[in-house]
């Protein structure tokens, strides 16, 4: 699992995540998602960023992931969009939560 802003950053990053795409969290948080994405298939994840600000859930999906050294990975995705909720003004979406 990985989570990041809505502006592509990733905000965190646990073990599964390292094991599978071969990079330490350390690497990793902070960096753009775009990394993971090979440059053909960008434009999808855009897409996706701008479902997730208007609130959609992106349900279970396949796609091409790259690992450490670029190696492509088949994933399936399911992206949900992470709302604040300390205040009724905070329930704007502010990033999304991953399961690859």
Request: with cysteine; proline share 4%; hydrophobic share 35%.
């Amino acid at each position: 699992m990985r989570s990041s802003v809505l502006n592509g950053i990733i905000t965190d990053w646990n073990f599964g995540a390292e094991r599978i795409f071969g990079y330490s969290a350390d690497k990793t948080v902070g960096a753009s998602i775009m990394r993971l994405i090979p440059a053909d298939r960008q434009e999808e994840e855009l897409e996706m960023l701008s479902r997730i600000r208007r609130g959609e859930r992106v349900d279970h999906f396949e796609a091409i992931r790259l690992a450490k050294g670029e190696r492509p990975l088949n994933c399936a995705i399911t992206v949900s969009p992470i709302r604040g909720f300390r205040r009724p003004r905070d329930r704007l979406v502010q990033g999304d939560s991953r399961h690859d």
